[in-house]
């Protein structure tokens, strides 16, 4: 699976947009980018998920880059209660890469 | 609809003692896995499965066996507990092994001391 790159912390007020990156620039064609979040060491919760094209749920959205090497997850009205670790995983369908590899994540904070 | 449930939630271990890390799911998930969390760190993979009676090592397997007899039921051994084996463990299940549109369920945590 390729590795992925993000910021360790970001900082977010109430209300506002938080917009995490990262990057994946080694991606194979294959490989879908996936995002979860583990709020105060629970267990990881998925967020979304995306191969191109852009996608959008109730909870966020994520922007593909068009060369695929980085995106950005926007949540976009961020509260309290979005405070947590963000992982950005990339990975292959089917085969022994089938696999979650988590990173360090991002921790975001969310402020008064 | 439990999800994936874990137990115990919290357990203390004396050095070279074994136990057994309980996981199971309701949701008929053909995959299922095991990581451990270090204070700081990232999930770990430790051992993962594709289905009942199939099972592969993760990241860090040394220390731990699994076995899965069932769908829903995917059981993390320790055989004998060692201080560096003090984590939390997160178990996940999702529903295709070869499904890239699927995302992951995971329990909530089992903490585990050994002293």
């Known amino acids: 699976d390729a590795k992925t790159t993000q910021p360790p912390s970001m900082d977010c007020a109430e209300g506002r947009a938080a917009n995490l990156p990262c990057n994946h620039s080694t991606i194979s064609g294959n490989e879908y980018v996936y995002w979860y979040r583990q709020i105060h060491s629970q267990g990881p919760q998925y967020i979304i998920h995306g191969l191109k094209n852009n996608e959008t749920n109730e909870m966020a959205s994520l922007i593909i880059t068009e060369d695929r090497k980085s995106s950005t997850l926007i949540l976009p009205h961020a509260t309290l209660r979005d405070t947590a670790v963000y992982y950005c995983?990339?990975?292959?369908?089917?085969?022994?890469?089938?696999?979650?590899?988590f990173g360090t994540g991002t921790r975001l904070q969310v402020t008064l | 609809n439990a999800g994936v449930t874990q137990t115990p939630k919290f357990q203390v271990l004396k050095t070279g003692q074994s136990m057994t890390l309980q996981c199971a799911q309701d949701m008929n998930h053909e995959y299922m896995s095991w990581y451990r969390q270090d204070p700081g760190m990232g999930l770990r993979l430790i051992h993962y499965s594709v289905g009942a009676g199939i099972t592969d090592q993760g990241e860090v397997p040394n220390g731990y066996n699994v076995s899965r007899s069932t769908t829903e039921d995917f059981p993390l051994r320790l055989l004998s507990a060692a201080p560096s084996q003090t984590s939390v463990y997160f178990c996940a299940s999702r529903p295709g092994y070869n499904l890239a549109n699927t995302e992951a369920f995971f329990g909530q945590g089992t903490r585990l001391t050994v002293v």
């Open positions: 995983i990339v990975r292959a369908v089917g085969g022994t890469a089938s696999k979650l590899t």
